[in-house]
């Protein structure tokens, strides 16, 4: 079974701020790794995913997500953020190879955005 | 727009009733998973079908049961429903069963059981 941690449930930031929003997971076997964004009153859409090769992986938006896979960690940066990037952020995985690929969420980061 | 439809929107009822909620998947997309989101528990698994098949369960009550259409729609039935029931299920839908397959989500259906 696997299991996600973020760290924090909410984050508020200044505009403009850098901001690190923290994950780290638990699982017994090889994980695919996600960050999924959820704005007001909509549903979830996928932001980056870590499959394999390089550890950085980063979205069309300007976030970006490092795996760490000795510290079981996959945590989302954003060097500058704006106000629309105000949404519920959620990490996420999936075990390889286990013919289903459901998947684990954390319990979400809430990133308010100050102007 | 992810693709992936759900009705309805909202949804209010009482509780012991029985609701069904309704997805259709991307064009061309075999797998359907359910998901309910509620403040205390989060967002969690209940199951997925493949194809018409049922691939695996999570989380899912007795009292709820799901089915994959030749169409491939897919309903999720909760039956007896209780307080507690109230969250927001999602629908999302991918292409195949591996891991790496996007899994794309709809707007939710929102129930309230008063």
């Known amino acids: 079974a696997q299991s996600v941690t973020q760290l924090d449930s909410q984050v508020p930031v200044f505009e403009e701020a850098p901001v690190e929003l923290r994950c780290n997971y638990s699982?017994?076997?090889?994980?695919?790794l996600f960050w999924y964004v959820q704005y007001p009153n909509q549903g979830l859409q996928l932001l980056l995913k870590y499959l394999s090769g390089s550890t950085l992986v980063e979205s069309i938006n300007g976030f970006e997500a490092e795996f760490n896979k000795s510290q079981t960690s996959f945590h989302l940066r954003k060097p500058s953020v704006h106000i629309s990037d105000t949404a519920e952020y959620f990490c996420?995985?999936?075990?390889w190879g286990a013919g289903s690929y459901q998947l684990t969420f954390g319990k979400g980061t809430k990133l308010s955005v100050i102007p | 727009d992810s693709g992936v439809t759900q009705t309805p929107k909202h949804l209010i009822t009482a509780t012991g009733q029985r609701v069904t909620l309704r997805c259709s998947p991307r064009s061309g997309d075999l797998s359907v998973y359910w998901y309910q989101q509620s403040l205390d528990q989060g967002l969690q698994f209940l199951i997925q079908?493949?194809?018409?098949?049922?691939?695996a369960k999570g989380n899912i009550l007795e009292r709820f049961s799901a089915q994959q259409f030749p169409d491939l729609h897919s309903e999720l039935n909760l039956s007896s429903l209780e307080l507690g029931d109230s969250a927001l299920y999602f629908c999302?839908?991918?292409?195949?069963?591996?891991?790496?397959?996007?899994?794309?989500f709809g707007p939710g259906t929102r129930l309230t059981v008063l």
């Open positions: 079908y493949y194809n018409g098949e049922e691939r």
């Open positions: 996420a995985v999936t075990p």
């Open positions: 999302a839908s991918s292409s195949g069963t591996s891991g790496d397959n996007e899994q794309f």
């Open positions: 699982s017994s076997v090889s994980v695919y």
